[in-house]
């Protein structure tokens, strides 16, 4: 009777305390505590072993296992059992992205396996991942579980692709190799870069072609690159092309640097810290090789483009160099195999300008067209950047943008876009100083009319010497397979 009593009252009781118990121990976050025991417990009766992935390999090549390690292990949804994870804002609005902080651990499960990795970072900065796993399951598991990374991490680089803009940094700077990244967000691509259609349809087809041709490069024996030359005034879009080129590839872009590259060593060590699927770009190339003050040599530029270096380095790569002219540099260096495609992009004309006026100011056609055309059949011209600038400026009132473009053609764009051929002549009858003095240009000198004067005003664009010597109205775009 006692016993059936105390039963009555004590089973009861014994719930009630498991229940406070169990609130207290999920409210106070002791539950986590008592498991991280438990898992140590357990881990006393197992024998572990431990495999590293280094970011980078001995040669400072980037680790690709470490990437994909990286991209899989930021997915897992464990992530947000680990004490430390870094909160970024993703691409969408409201989307928030984590990331594992510096020496967390996180946990992950494969066939009934229970494996955890370390995100390691040493005091000097170099960063692994440690993947610890038990040896009894090791034997089991390890080749399927790596493969399976490698499979989930593609597919999550293919769909969450965010591309990166790379920048050099000083070899003194460097800490964790030589390169800094931010968000490749640039806004330009084939549809809105004004140029011959023809042209853009060639380069694209171009690009898919080297897309698909790893098996054709493999046979060849080559490697699979190509390399491409974009020559021409200041502002008539080769950056905005690399931009374009980078977006319809969906690659990372490498900006070279070379005034931060010590010399052709250093050079190759800043090459091979490249990945794969990119694009590898040094601006400027012709004044670099005007500049003769660097311990950097043109064959040290060059060689990675053909030499044996770039089979060492990641494949699926794409190089461009740009230039203002290419007049002055030593055919050898441009040699097909070494630049495959060169493309011309030259100052406006009437169909370049219809483009820049359709996208910047929304017009098909307008009454000041003949007009512009005229202009343009007597040999003047602007680069498209000074032209959308105007159009820019003044894009509430089209017939404005029109009449300052007219007015900035009529009095900077004289003969700048006349045949070398007739210029030459006009240069033998002028003065030189009429001919090279950029300063007595209404563009940048003094006698500037008005409408020069609000454009030199609003933008400061300043036109380089060299401009003026490189300018053909001959458009010879050539786009020249070299191999
Ligand atoms: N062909 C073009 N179509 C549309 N916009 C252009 C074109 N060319 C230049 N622009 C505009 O002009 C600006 C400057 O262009 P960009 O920097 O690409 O010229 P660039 O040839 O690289 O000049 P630089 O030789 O001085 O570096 C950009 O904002 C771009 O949008
Ligand atoms: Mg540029």
């Known amino acids: 009777m006692g016993i059936l009593r105390n039963s009555v009252i004590g089973i009861p009781v014994l719930v009630v305390a498991l229940f406070l118990v169990r609130v207290v121990l999920f409210k106070t976050g002791l539950i986590y505590t008592v498991k991280q025991w438990r898992m140590k417990i357990v881990d006393w009766f197992h024998v572990y072993q431990f495999y590293r992935v280094p970011e980078f390999n001995d040669n400072l090549q980037e680790n690709q296992l470490y990437r994909?390690?990286?991209?899989?292990?930021?997915?897992?949804?464990?992530?947000?059992?680990?004490?430390?994870?870094?909160?970024?804002?993703?691409?969408?609005?409201?989307?928030?992205?984590?990331?594992?902080?510096?020496?967390?651990?996180?946990?992950?499960?494969f066939l009934g396996a229970r494996v955890c990795w370390i995100n390691g970072e040493d005091e000097d900065g170099s960063r692994s991942f440690v993947l610890k796993i038990r040896k009894a399951d090791k034997r089991r598991i390890l080749g399927s579980y790596l493969n399976h990374i490698h499979t989930v991490s593609e597919e999550l680089e293919q769909r969450n692709k965010e591309p990166k803009l790379f920048m050099n940094v000083a070899g003194n700077e460097e800490k964790i190799g030589r390169w800094r990244s931010i968000p490749f967000t640039h806004p330009c691509t084939f549809d809105n870069i004004a140029m011959e259609a023809d042209l853009k349809d060639k380069v694209k087809s171009d690009l898919e072609s080297f897309l698909k041709g790893k098996q054709f490069y493999n046979r060849l024996g080559r490697v699979w690159k190509r390399s491409y030359l974009l020559y021409g005034p200041s502002g008539t879009g080769k950056s905005s092309f690399v931009a374009a080129m980078a977006s319809f590839l969906n690659y990372d872009v490498y900006d070279i640097d070379l005034s931060k590259v010590e010399d052709d060593s250093d050079l190759k060590m800043i090459l091979l810290q490249t990945t794969c699927r990119s694009v590898i770009v040094i601006e400027d190339l012709d004044r670099f090789l005007s500049v003769k003050s660097t311990a950097l040599s043109v064959s040290g530029v060059l060689n990675f483009t053909d030499g044996i270096l770039s089979s060492c380095a990641a494949d699926e790569r794409i190089m461009v160099f740009t230039m203002t002219s290419k007049e002055q540099i030593d055919p050898a260096v441009l040699r097909p195999g070494r630049v495959d495609v060169h493309i011309h992009f030259p100052l406006c004309d009437f169909t370049a300008f219809k483009a820049l006026a359709s996208s910047y100011l929304g017009l098909k056609e307008h009454k000041l067209f003949p007009q512009v055309e005229g202009i343009f059949r007597d040999g003047a011209s602007l680069s498209p950047a000074e032209i959308g600038e105007l159009m820019i400026a003044n894009r509430n009132s089209p017939s404005r943008a029109l009449k300052s473009v007219i007015n900035a053609l009529q009095t900077d764009g004289d003969r700048r876009g006349t045949p070398a051929s007739t210029r030459r002549l006009f240069h033998e009858r002028a003065s030189?100083?009429?001919?090279?003095?950029?300063?007595?240009?209404?563009?940048?000198?003094?006698?500037?009319?008005?409408?020069?004067?609000?454009?030199?005003?609003?933008?400061?664009?300043?036109?380089?010497?060299?401009?003026?010597?490189?300018?053909?109205f001959n458009l010879t775009r050539e786009l020249r397979n070299g191999s």
């Open 432 to 472: 030189s100083e009429d001919y090279e003095g950029d300063t007595s240009g209404p563009l940048c000198g003094g006698g500037s009319s008005p409408a020069v004067k609000e454009f030199k005003k609003l933008y400061g664009l300043l036109r380089l010497k060299s401009n003026r010597k490189s300018q053909s």
């Open 68 to 109: 994909r390690v990286h991209a899989y292990l930021n997915s897992l949804s464990s992530i947000e059992n680990s004490d430390y994870t870094n909160l970024f804002a993703g691409r969408k609005s409201n989307e928030i992205i984590l990331r594992l902080d510096r020496n967390q651990v996180i946990g992950d499960e």
